[in-house]
């Protein structure tokens, strides 16, 4: 079986519209980045991981021969909307609910074929990742598990989080696992003996897609989330009437969690944990070119 090594060059026959000049040399630019960068410090030209872990969060569209990688808090949830509609499981994103799309078992996962199908898919599919400022992508994961009612998060995290991390708590906070402060979820994100393990909603991209490895044809920012994937959508000859849904999945009364959000959240740590949790994240930082945030 041939590992993929090179990464092609973008097929364009399908994008008619001079409007996307602008968004594809930005798309250029990040293949190229993304590609000096794992020729400087990528140091592996074989997968040391088990390949079938490496391809668990890649999605599959047979139809328009797509690879899309997950990465949560980075769009993904519109995402999976979107494979359905090309994949005929629904006619509109519109109407496609939160539960449909991530709990449903419509769309496939790259590791539930044999090793010949995968191979055959990461040599000759769009392969596509869409990222998104690490702070940013910690704050909104914070935001969603923590801070609304959650029958998984709070009594599986919260619960060891508050034991661990928050002294003198009374036993009702012990119970439910409620009400976790984001100091005491960076304490345990930054600590190597977590009271619970990782989990992928702030686990790493470069963790969670392998980017040196798996050489994306597409890198999405959620910065630029609707121009990147509509463009994207051009590029793989996908319906004219598709477009990339821009609403908030969940809790859309909330503020989207911005820069200026991120800061409010960061005043209550110290310069050090700052640095940790840049620390954490400094893969992630530099392959995707983002800046340093003031830590």
């Known amino acids: 079986m041939n590992w993929p090594v090179d990464i092609r060059p973008l097929n364009k026959s399908l994008v008619a519209d001079s409007k996307w000049k602008r968004t594809d040399a930005t798309q250029e630019k990040r293949r190229s980045f993304l590609q000096e960068f794992c020729k400087k410090y990528g140091g592996v030209s074989r997968p040391q991981s088990h390949l079938f872990h490496m391809v668990s969060r ?37 109407n496609i609910s939160h539960d449909a799309v991530h709990y449903g078992k419509h769309l496939k996962k ?17 392969k596509a990742v869409f990222v998104r400022d690490p702070m940013e992508r910690l704050v909104s994961a914070f935001r969603d598990k923590f801070e609304h009612p959650n029958s998984y998060y709070h009594p599986v995290f919260g619960k060891a989080i508050i034991k661990k991390y928050r002294p003198n708590a009374c036993e009702e906070e012990l119970n439910n696992g409620s009400g976790v402060k984001f100091k005491e979820f960076i304490h345990y994100l930054l600590d190597s003996h977590r009271p619970v393990g990782m989990d992928i909603h702030w686990e790493k991209i470069s963790k969670l897609c392998y980017p040196c490895l798996i050489h994306y044809d597409f890198v999405g920012k959620f910065e630029t989330l609707e121009e990147d994937a509509n463009y994207f959508l051009q590029l793989i000859g996908a319906p004219k ?25 960061l005043k209550d740590l110290t310069r050090t944990e700052k640095q940790l949790i840049y620390d954490f994240y400094y893969l992630d930082y530099l392959m995707f070119n983002y800046t340093t945030p003031f830590v």
């Open 110 to 126: 790259l590791d539930s074929f044999d090793l010949k199908g995968i191979y055959a898919r990461l040599n000759t599919y769009t």
């Open 241 to 265: 009437k598709l477009k990339f849904p821009n609403f908030k999945d969940r809790h859309s009364s909330d503020k989207r969690t911005n820069a200026q959000v991120v800061r409010q959240y």
């Open 58 to 94: 890649i999605y599959v569209e047979d139809k328009h021969k797509i690879l899309y990688c997950e990465v949560p808090k980075a769009g993904c949830s519109n995402w999976k909307r979107i494979l359905m509609v090309l994949n005929g499981l629904a006619p509109s994103t519109y």
